[in-house]
């Protein structure tokens, strides 16, 4: 499904949209059971089995949890570091729960930033990302280059006083396409990460290369495109002194002239999305 | 007291086993009281401003203790002055001045001593809302102290046993009979004035006050009563019923810091600050503690009130014992080494002034350290370079904010580019922010501190490029290398104003400096490249502010002169030192660029 055309009346859509949907409606619950006291496995643990209890049987890659300092990635070098570790939540820490399930041969990542108790910091960096959303989303409709749109979301970050934590990813990523995953009666997971799904990235990653795109979108040479019609999971990651805050959700691109349909967000309908436009009736 | 000096004292005196105590109260006496006691060799006018400044929160009380000031003396003296008599006295005092509601105690000296044993004994419970305690241990404390380090003495405990051993010297003299009296009657008292002068750079005013002398020789019983009985046997319960403040004054030379390394087991909540200063703190250094004296005590009021214990208000990033409460100027603070540097004193519990031209990143930085624990925090837009407009910060933040207490001059623009193809107009750009900038700031902010005569500190952001030559940077590294023995001149004069002067040169530092670095001698397309590309390798290089911010918290406590931060930057300091014709060397190399 690389390279074909999508656009909104595509069949497709509406199953990407339910496991997005599935998806944080599994970070919500697992928020909500958080305690002081929970180790990042427990976390981990308790998002794995509530999906695998609604049918999730594949995965883009198992969940993740991050507690305290772990949010703004501080010290991570090595991929490892990414796995839940036995780091307990206290009171005033903050999370980010990190899921992508695969659920009747679709795929969504998702992040899912929260605090426990409540904190005015943490506020203030979710409601910063709304921006980002914005920024994104606006520079695909212009069809910038990816590495362009990546650099400016940079400087936004920094400008607002925050590191670019997404750097610290694997190939310093922003986004990864997602798209459909063959289902099979045995997909192991490698280092966290589905088989099926890697073998989809990898055979985009092929054929890109061959094109001159890449399904990672990140800060490199190779990312030097117009943004590629499909489906892609973004998840910018503002870090600020030991606290982390991200969003992520699919972006759908497609090569439609119309600007509206040339890119958009395939849900409104999301918890950050949501506190958004109630902090603007609020306000 | 001389009342004078006090305006709205009220003076009564207060009868209690056979002595009459002088007290003297300010500030209206509905509110909540402040109890101000005061040390050895000293009368109550010790406190003087300290208690002016509180008087306009507080009721505010002070009192000479006996055989001191306007107090009269117990006879005989000997066994007249011990801690259990000075208690009662402090009960007599408070029941008289505030009999319903409890009392904020701050002891200095000997008035500490007392403190912790008004802090630490059962009848006062209830009646004490929170203590301030400052260079005065309590001597149960000093006594477990010696002898946890005489039973298993290991080279740093016996080093520390002879170290405060040796500060103690003057409680051995004290302990001989009739000759300290004869020496404070004698020239001792009439020379007294000006050793604190000289030694303890302690301001002329309203004290000592003419009793001195009387003062000294009576309270040497304080010494000969409690000494020696409390430390061979320290009673072994003296635990804390309220939450301390303990204001450590690092250059003090009767008390080593080390004194309370172990207070954490006998005080449940400790709040610890420190303070660049010698023994008289409350002359030499009044409006940090009556700053830190009312927030402690209004902390703890509301705590009285049932909100959040004082523990979890305290801030918790580096050296926050040393910058809580203090007044930090950041200029250049919209982003890179300045914002870092705000954000890593907001996090101590400084307040922040974050200047810079650019309004909308100074407000954001000043929001943002409001977040992570600045009690206050302002963005004041002002370009340095503009002589006017820094005069017109600097009252305002007079008036408006106070005196500033550490003053972080970073605001810098990069210029590079070979000196023959740099013009006039480039190096008087570079020069004006650079150089006059950091001039301006000192000038005017540091013309403050030293009015004040209250200490302070002075950062100057100069670069590694201040002593490593190079033919890429000529106006840029002229400009910092001026920074550097400026702040090398200023660090000498100011010295004997407690102001310190450190230079940081950070090196290369992955911040925003590259993408506006103006390259002399090309044109717009040319200029953008090598930003690009400057910026990309400083970006390989990836040496966060964050460090730089570190270092520059470290420098101002530890009154650093010189900081090299990043490793090249200590490379090139040292070979500038040991073999400059080696930097020359490189000084010729074209930049990779």
Redesign the interface.
């Known amino acids: 499904m690389a390279s074909r055309v999508i656009d909104e009346r595509a069949p497709e859509l509406p199953g990407f949209r339910d496991v997005q949907r599935l998806a944080y409606a599994c970070a919500e619950a697992v928020a909500a059971r958080l305690r002081p006291g929970v180790t990042e496995r427990e976390a981990a643990g308790m998002q794995r089995e509530w999906l695998r209890e609604r049918g999730v049987r594949d995965w883009f890659h198992l969940p993740f949890a991050w507690f305290g300092d772990r949010t703004a990635f501080t010290g991570f070098k090595v991929p490892l570091q990414f796995f839940p570790t036995n780091r307990q939540l206290e009171p005033g820490m903050p999370f980010i729960l990190d899921v992508a399930p695969v659920y009747k041969g679709f795929t969504a990542g998702i992040g899912y930033s929260g605090w426990l108790g409540l904190n005015p910091l943490h506020d203030k960096l979710l409601a910063d990302l709304e921006v980002h959303r914005e920024l994104i989303l606006r520079e695909i409709r212009e069809r910038r280059p990816l590495r362009e749109i990546y650099e400016d979301v940079e400087r936004l970050m920094i400008r607002q006083g925050y590191a670019n934590r997404h750097r610290a990813y694997p190939f310093g990523v922003i986004a990864h396409k997602v798209g459909r995953v063959a289902e099979r009666r045995w997909s192991p997971q490698v280092f966290g990460f589905g088989t099926q799904s890697l073998k989809g990235l990898l055979s985009d990653a092929v054929h890109g290369h061959r094109d001159g795109w890449s399904p990672l979108w990140s800060p490199h040479r190779f990312s030097g495109h117009p943004p590629r019609p499909g489906l892609w999971a973004v998840e910018p990651h503002l870090g600020f002194r030991g606290t982390g805050a991200k969003f992520e959700e699919i972006l759908v691109v497609t090569d439609s002239r119309d600007p509206e349909q040339s890119a958009f967000w395939l849900d409104d309908d999301l918890p950050h999305v949501r506190r958004w436009a109630e902090e603007r009736v609020a306000a | 007291m001389s009342l004078r000096d006090l305006p709205g004292a009220r003076e009564r005196r207060v009868a209690t086993g056979g002595i009459e105590l002088c007290v003297v109260e300010l500030g209206e006496a509905t509110r909540p009281t402040i109890v101000l006691v005061h040390g050895y060799p000293d009368s109550k006018e010790v406190w003087t401003q300290v208690a002016r400044q509180l008087a306009e929160r507080w009721h505010v009380v002070l009192y000479d203790v006996r055989g001191h000031g306007s107090s009269t003396a117990p006879v005989p003296l000997r066994g007249g002055f011990t801690l259990e008599k000075l208690t009662d006295d402090f009960l007599a005092v408070i029941d008289a001045v505030s009999p319903d509601r409890p009392v904020h105690v701050v002891g200095h000296d000997w008035g500490s001593v007392q403190a912790w044993e008004f802090a630490t004994v059962s009848r006062t419970e209830g009646r004490i809302a929170s203590f301030t305690a400052m260079s005065g241990p309590s001597l149960d404390h000093f006594g477990h102290w010696i002898k946890r380090r005489m039973a298993r003495p290991t080279p740093r405990r016996v080093g520390q046993l002879l170290g405060q051993g040796a500060k103690s010297w003057y409680v051995y003299m004290l302990h001989t009979p009739v000759l300290p009296e004869l020496a404070w009657r004698g020239p001792l008292g009439k020379r007294w004035p000006g050793i604190l002068e000289r030694l303890e750079k302690v301001p002329p005013g309203d004290y000592p006050t003419a009793s001195l002398p009387d003062d000294a020789a009576h309270g040497a019983w304080l010494y000969r009563d409690n000494v020696r009985a409390r430390l061979r046997r320290p009673r072994p319960d003296a635990y804390a019923h309220v939450p301390v403040q303990l204001i450590t004054p690092t250059g003090d030379i009767f008390l080593s810091e080390h004194l309370y390394d172990e207070l954490d087991t006998w005080v449940p909540q400790l709040t610890r600050r420190s303070l660049p200063a010698k023994h008289w703190v409350p002359r030499t250094r009044p409006d940090q503690l009556a700053s830190w004296i009312n927030e402690f005590a209004a902390a703890n009021e509301a705590a009285l009130q049932g909100g959040i214990p004082v523990r979890d208000t305290a801030p918790k990033g580096a050296y926050a014992d040393r910058f809580g409460g203090q007044l930090v100027l950041v200029t250049g603070a919209a ?1 890179g080494i300045g ?1 870092a540097t705000a ?1 890593a004193f907001a ?1 101590a519990g400084a307040r922040v002034i974050a200047v810079d031209r650019d309004a909308e ?1 100074a407000a ?2 000043a ?2 350290a409001r ?2 624990g600045a009690p206050a925090a302002w963005g004041e837009t002002v370009d340095v370079s503009d002589e006017a407009a820094m005069e017109k910060l600097a009252e305002k933040v007079a008036t408006e904010y106070g005196t500033v207490d550490v003053l972080v001059n970073n605001a810098g623009i990069g210029l590079s580019g070979s000196f023959l193809e740099t013009t006039s107009e480039d190096w008087k750009n570079v020069l004006d922010v650079n150089l006059w900038g950091v001039i301006h700031g000192c000038r005017l902010f540091g013309g403050q501190m030293a009015e004040r005569g209250q200490g302070g500190h002075i950062v100057n952001t100069a670069s590694a490029a201040a002593y490593q030559p190079s033919r890429a940077l000529p106006a840029y590294s002229t400009s910092k290398a001026a920074v550097l023995m400026l702040s090398e001149c200023l660090r000498a004069e100011l010295a004997e104003k407690s102001i310190g002067v450190s230079a940081i040169c950070p090196g290369i530092v992955h911040t ?1 400096i590259t993408a506006t670095t103006h390259f002399a001698g090309t044109d717009a397309a040319e200029e953008k490249r090598l930003r690009n590309r400057t910026s990309k390798l400083y970006g390989v290089r990836n040496y966060p502010p ?1 460090k730089v911010a570190e270092a520059i918290l470290r420098a101002v406590v530890r009154n650093q002169a010189v900081v090299p931060v990043t490793p090249e930057s200590h490379t090139a300091r040292f070979l500038s030192r040991l073999s400059p014709g080696v930097l020359r060397g490189i000084a010729r190399l074209k930049p990779p660029l």
Request: charged share 40%.
């Open positions: 982003g914002r954000f996090e990143g954001r930085t929001e943002l977040l992570i925003n964050e």
